[in-house]
């Protein structure tokens, strides 16, 4: 799947999300816990940009940071060229008709105590919208993503988690978003619903020119789905390019080990399967230099010194190893 | 139900329907679901009938509380007299009568009060967090150190004697219970991923605090408010019984009770009638919040 390059509809410069860590009866300051660390991209109007990464990567916080449920320490976050952590009020509320989202938890993140028809028409009764059409909408709305108008007067713990997520779609729908944050919409999900609710969330893409910010943690469902995909180790975006350029080459070796172990893969590409020693280090005390030195089986002396930068290895094909050259060879 | 006499909704998509689907009545259904609640009906029913027989009964014969007859003291249950007559010869149907309705409306103003102002506390401290509601919740815990009665008897002594002081008094002791309760469930949903998906669709703090977690608190409420609509009705009894709160002869349940237990071994109706009222009372009101919690939490299954 490629397009042609589009403008830029929502850019991250330099955001770092930190989480302060307390200790001691007093609960002082004693550390940073940083889930996003310098994280720089954008992501073009129309496209999927997948963000992959292991648990505990900050791929979460970086899109809720994006939804501004988290307050980032720094950074900008570019919406239609405005900084969106600048607006407030009215503004905020206005720039939050454009971005939603759709949650991982299909059942916590559904109020228990409210009808299909509350749950989705929730956006648009913030803002104001009459209850006739309001209705008109949720109907059409409930009917779009694949469930029927009888089920409005219903309780989103009467539905399964595949029809759960289709709510939870629907609810991000219905304020006519631009752009939704995708937080691992179909993990939680029965493999046979996750293929269901994947192309649905491509047929909506193309019915309502929707761009999407896919997070993941299964590679398999990020390729399907994504133009251009970003992996993020430690915080930190590590790698960035087309779906087919990163499947096929990945430069960084973090990212071959992480392909190498898609199921199967082995048989499909030829290449062997990466198995990484050691944990990750912890984001608290990350290593110094590179990040992922401490698990590299191509580390030297100069990934503990120095932090190798995202660097363009290729046209459109970023990553930030400092032997990105001889990984690919190693790799082939 | 009416909602199964519509046809049966086609499944959605092959393997990703069906499952788990159940039918759920409208909500304008509630009070005829609530209804086949076999408790809440109960209690609805005691409820009723207490009201019918405090409202209807002064309508259909004259009742004087406070008529005293000196030849006829201590008279046990007659034609005369249905619940017998106290040591000043006074009829004690008249006197449960409308002990009752100032009983009933006191332990009603009780509740409400102490629960709304302790509830909004309880949201405000539970949903912000932080130093405010830090700063909310060690108050709390300084007022729910006294002890109940000697805060009642605080606030009683500086309003001074009189019922409605007495209902102020009594629902100063709810105030830090609501608001301990309120705060710890305001808390857990607060930190809930539907929150989260308000936020994300512009809700203001008010909009989340009133349309999400009110409703996902309310049970704790609901159960909290029966239960102490019946322990109000003892405490008010207890604050007549020091000499605040209602002043004799104003007839009330819970001072004639206290009033009656000097007799109980010479003239039982003076204490049984009042009680069996009130214990009825209490019971039919904690059925009905049973039914309600249940009710309200469409989680929970009435199949």
């Known amino acids: ?60 916080t970086l899109g809720r940071s994006i939804l501004r449920l988290e307050r980032p320490q720094a950074g900008e976050i570019l919406f239609e060229g405005e900084d969106i952590l600048a607006a407030g009020g009215t503004r905020l509320t206005t720039i939050r008709r454009d971005i939603q989202a759709i949650f991982q938890d299909t059942h916590g993140s559904l109020d228990p105590r409210m009808n299909l028809r509350s749950l989705i028409g929730e956006g648009l009764a913030i803002q104001g919208v009459g209850r006739a059409e309001r209705d008109a909408r949720v109907e059409q709305l409930i009917e779009v993503v694949g469930l029927r108008r009888e089920h409005l007067d219903r309780y989103a713990h009467e539905f399964s988690g595949g029809q759960r997520q289709r709510i939870g779609i629907a609810r991000a729908l219905a304020t006519r978003p631009k752009f939704i944050v995708a937080d691992e919409p179909v993990s939680a999900l029965d ?15 193309k019915e ?45 070796p973090y990212t071959q080990a992480l392909l190498s172990a898609v199921p199967g893969s082995e048989r499909m590409t030829g290449r062997p399967r990466i198995l990484l020693t050691g944990d990750v280090p912890s984001p608290i005390t990350p290593p110094s230099g590179c990040p992922f030195r401490t698990r590299c089986w191509m580390a030297r002396d100069i990934c503990a010194s120095a932090r190798p930068e995202l660097r363009e290895v290729e046209p459109n094909h970023w990553a930030a190893c400092h032997f990105a050259d001889e990984a690919r060879a190693k790799a082939a | 139900m009416s909602a199964q006499a519509t046809p049966d909704p086609m499944p959605v998509a092959p393997s990703d329907a069906l499952d788990g689907i159940a039918h759920a009545a409208p909500a304008h259904d509630f009070l005829r679901r609530a209804l086949r609640h076999r408790s809440f009906a109960a209690g609805l029913g005691i409820c009723l009938i207490i009201t019918l027989i405090l409202v209807a009964a002064p309508l259909l014969a004259h009742l004087n509380p406070d008529a005293q007859d000196p030849l006829a003291t201590f008279a046990p249950p007659s034609a005369a007299h249905l619940m017998g007559t106290d040591e000043f010869g006074r009829d004690m149907f008249a006197r449960v009568v409308v002990g009752g309705r100032t009983t009933v409306l006191a332990c009603l103003g009780v509740v409400v009060l102490g629960g709304v102002v302790g509830s909004t506390i309880g949201l405000i401290a539970g949903f912000f967090g932080g130093a405010l509601g830090f700063a909310i919740m060690r108050m709390v815990d300084l007022l729910l150190a006294f002890p109940g009665i000697l805060l009642a008897l605080a606030v009683s002594a500086i309003l001074g004697p009189g019922l409605v002081n007495g209902v102020i008094a009594i629902a100063a002791i709810l105030v830090p219970v609501y608001a301990r309760l309120v705060e710890g469930a305001a808390v857990e949903v607060r930190h809930l991923p539907y929150v989260d998906a308000a936020t994300t669709l512009g809700a203001s703090s008010r909009w989340i605090i009133l349309r999400h977690v009110l409703p996902n608190v ?3 409420i609901i159960v909290l408010t029966t239960t102490w609509l019946g322990i109000a009705a003892l405490w008010i009894a207890a604050l007549g019984f020091i000499g605040l709160g209602v002043q004799p002869p104003t007839p009330e349940w819970g001072a004639i009770l206290s009033d009656g237990q000097n007799y109980i071994t010479i003239a039982w109706w003076i204490t049984v009638f009042p009680g069996m009222f009130l214990a009825l009372f209490v ?7 049973d039914g309600l919690r249940d009710e309200l939490d469409p989680t929970l299954s009435r199949r």
């Open chain 2, 283 to 289: 019971v039919g009101v904690n059925l009905i919040g």
């Open chain 1, 191 to 205: 493999l046979s619903v996750q293929s269901q609710v994947l192309n649905l969330l491509s047929d909506l893409q």
């Open chain 2, 218 to 220: 309310s049970p704790g």
């Open chain 1, 1 to 60: 799947m490629s397009r042609p390059e589009g403008e830029t509809l929502l850019e991250l410069r330099g955001l770092r999300t930190y989480f302060p860590l307390h200790s001691g009866p007093l609960r002082r300051l004693s550390g940073w816990l940083k889930a996003v660390d310098d994280v720089s991209f954008a992501i073009r109007r129309g496209e999927t940009f997948g963000l992959v990464g292991e648990s505990g990567c900050g791929k979460t």
């Open chain 1, 208 to 252: 309502f020119g929707l761009t999407y910010l896919f997070i993941a943690h299964d590679l398999s469902v990020v390729e399907y789905l994504s133009d251009r995909v970003g992996v993020m180790y430690l915080g930190r975006l590590v790698e960035l390019a087309s779906a087919e350029d990163l499947y096929a080459d990945p430069r960084m």
